[in-house]
């Protein structure tokens, strides 16, 4: 049984910037950060490296899982803003989530960075447009790494804290005790580790985790929502005025026929569409890179519904991963409809898609999505699509492509106070994770912060 002082439940965004923090900040702590992923070097997804056409289900997924987490392999997109991407500004004010998500640009620029250029959403023409047709572009500081980018700089970090914090790999943590005398026991399947703070950071796939170590201590959770929808890839030129004014369009609209708020998500100008496994199902994600010989030609982009539920039921997770689990049951996978196909409620099959212009960046089974994801949901898309089309003309064309499901699953917010600490003394819970952000940006700040209280405590 090893003593810390300190052990971090996850690498990604919190955990990282966490680590990093503590490294940097003088300090007696003896830290551990454990994850179920892989090693940065080899997060390597099997259809990247063409050893298999779909997603084959790796447990862990190397998409999710591993060395700098979700974030990692998608697209290195930091927005810096309060507007969207969580509620850290809600626990520790508007002007220190703001500092924070500054700094954390100003580490990564440290790291190589500030090779890549910081768009920003502000005073621009583009929302003026947007009002003329009830579309609401929000406001944003964007700083676009790009996956090769971004794993570089995730390289460079470890470098910089493999001396001053152990890493474990690999590794599942089973279960999470605390003793008579307020000690946390980290319990894995070969080992046991005792220390004093706890550090939950598991970031979204480790939300079912979460959930249950929360309970386990009698901590309030109050439910989230889930996000569904689709991914849209059309050819780059349609919104190429757009993008390359303010790369990251964060655009939200409400439709006219239910009143539901349909958003735009993590667009990835000539990018290439992916799946991704959580906890066994296969959605839907994008990806952009920073180096121009890994571009396409074209340019994909979520639009996502979200969805909150009153008694009695409440489980919002539960009802996106049974729609996921259709899509894969009809697809094997990820399905891709055209959107033409869907207006006129018809499946789109091998035939049809052999003569679409839009040539898919994803192996993805040609189904119909109508099958998949329910009718309110699916109404708001196409309406969606439809208001897009006025300010980006050819978004509603017949050859854009549809890919379903897109799920964004969100952990049960966990209550904790300011510093991001719950009930239980010396336990915090902090990134995507928390339910309290929703973004690499503020995950990120948030583990800088709670690696600035935790120096303090531990400085010599």
């Known amino acids: 049984m090893k003593k810390y002082d300190i052990v971090i439940a996850g690498a990604g965004a919190a955990g990282v910037f966490m680590a990093y923090e503590l490294t940097k900040i003088d300090n007696n702590a003896n830290i551990l950060m454990i994850d179920r992923g892989a090693p940065l070097e080899k997060r390597l997804c099997p259809i990247k490296a063409g050893r298999t056409p779909k997603c084959i289900k790796c447990s862990p997924c190397h998409i999710m899982n591993g060395y700098g987490g979700a974030g990692t392999l998608s697209d290195g997109k930091y927005n810096i803003t309060t507007q969207f991407g969580g509620d850290l500004h809600k626990y520790i004010g508007e002007k220190e989530a703001m500092e924070l998500m500054e700094y954390v640009d100003s580490v990564l620029c440290s790291m190589g960075g500030d090779e890549a250029k910081l768009f920003s959403t502000a005073n621009k023409a583009l929302r003026t447009e947007c009002l003329k047709y009830d579309l609401h572009l929000l406001e944003a500081k964007v700083r676009h790494l790009g996956t090769d980018r971004n794993v570089r700089i995730l390289s460079k970090i470890f470098d910089y804290i493999k001396g001053r914090v152990d890493t474990l790999f690999y590794t599942d943590i089973e279960d999470v005790r605390q003793d008579e005398d307020g000690f946390f026991h980290v319990i894995t399947k070969d080992e046991e580790f005792v220390c004093e703070d706890m550090i939950l950071a598991t970031g979204r796939s480790g939300s079912k985790w979460v959930s249950k170590i929360c309970t386990a201590f009698g901590i309030e959770q109050r439910k989230n929502r889930v996000d569904i929808g689709v991914r849209v890839e059309l050819p780059a030129e349609i919104f190429k005025h757009i993008t390359d004014d303010v790369y990251e369009s964060k655009i939200v609209y409400k439709t006219k026929q239910y009143g539901d708020l349909v958003r735009t998500f993590c667009m990835n100008p000539y990018g290439e569409v992916v799946s991704e496994n959580t906890n066994g199902i296969v959605t839907v994600n994008g990806h952009s890179y920073a180096d121009e010989s890994l571009l396409t030609g074209n340019t994909n982009f979520a639009l996502l519904v979200s969805n909150s539920f009153t008694e009695p039921f409440e489980d919002s997770n539960e009802y996106g991963e049974s729609i996921a689990r259709l899509s894969n049951m009809l697809g094997g996978g990820v399905l891709m409809q055209r959107f033409g196909d869907l207006v006129k409620g018809r499946r789109s099959s091998e035939r049809r898609m052999e003569k679409c212009f839009t040539v898919p960046t994803l192996n993805a089974t040609a189904g119909d999505l109508s099958l998949v994801i329910p009718k309110r949901q699916l109404d708001d898309i196409i309406e969606m699509i ?75």
Not at 411 to 416: A, D, E, T
Not at 448 to 459: D, E, G, H, N
């Open 386 to 460: 439809y208001a897009l089309d006025k300010i980006a003309p050819g978004t509603a064309n017949e050859d854009t492509l549809l890919y379903g499901v897109e799920v964004k699953f969100y952990n049960s917010k966990v209550m904790v106070d300011k510093n991001l600490e719950t009930s239980v003394k010396g336990l915090y819970a902090l990134g995507d994770g928390s339910g309290v952000t929703h973004s690499l940006s503020q995950a990120s700040a948030s583990g800088v912060m709670v690696a600035r209280i935790l120096a303090a405590k531990y400085s010599k």
